[in-house]
């Protein structure tokens, strides 16, 4: 770095968030932020950093909104900023982080698509002889994101316990490929108990994969990949971005809605929360790391529901004889 300048990195590599010794904050991120912005976004700031100010920050999130980027893409971006922000802070470079008083766009909310549970069982019952009907069970049935489910090992599922560990992610990164990573918090990594109906699919998936592994030879050209749950017939990992088009065709055999990858999950999560599944299960089960991340999402889904609550208090205090 040259002079006093701040400089903002944001890129695909390694993930390294610290504070130079020469007050250069460097945010390198791999974990998909890079992605959602374009692959790479640098923002010089000719400013010091111990005079950097909240309109600064509040400059450079008017700015990336400007060139294009979406409101989540943008409060990715300041999430990381604040987390670089506030180290930088805790090392006594700076008395207060600017991101503190600085306001990212909010995003607009959607109204998301989701399943019935009628139509989930259709949607399984239709696919069960797809090459993918295991993949569409754990979306629907375990309630995995798509980067957890293509990272899966048969050496993180047990089908005799009927349990899970979310243990890798997959992803594709600029110039490497396919790559396998770590969920990214404490709560992603997670264990899961098994649905019968998901440990049925994974039965005869992996027979199938078996038999894909015979007829094809190709499949030992690539080691790493061997013990993956999920992969093409010749045994490289499936494309995050592919599983599109094979969703469309399903639901389309299906006779149901278009939706997307990530709405499967979203209704395995609907669907729990309307059946008063306790919020911190359901927050276990989708692997947030926030409660309040799971409630501000999945409590309207109890809205027209009796509160358990409310039976709880009933059993206790059943109706008195002869009250008015």
Known sequence: MVGNAFTLVIKEEPVVQHVTPNREIVLQRLDGLALQINHAIIVTLAVRLDQLKAAHVQALDDELTERGLGAVSVGKVHRVLRIAFRRAVKLDYILRAPTEMATPPKPEHIERVTLSAEQVRTLLTCTQD???????????????????????????????????????TTQRLRGLGIVAGTPKTARSRRTLDLAPATVTALRAHRLRQLEERMAAPEWEQAPEWTDQVFTTKTGRPLEPSALGYPLRRALTKADLPSMRVHDLRHTYATLLSEAGCDLVDVQHALGHSSYHLTADTYTHARKERRSPATDHIERLFPVVEGAS
Do not use: H, I, P, Y
């Open 130 to 168: 797809d090459r993918l009907a295991a993949l569409w069970t754990l979306f629907l049935m375990q309630g995995l994101r798509s980067g957890e489910a293509l990272g899966l090992r048969w050496a993180d599922v047990d089908l005799e316990a009927r349990r899970l560990s979310v243990r890798q």
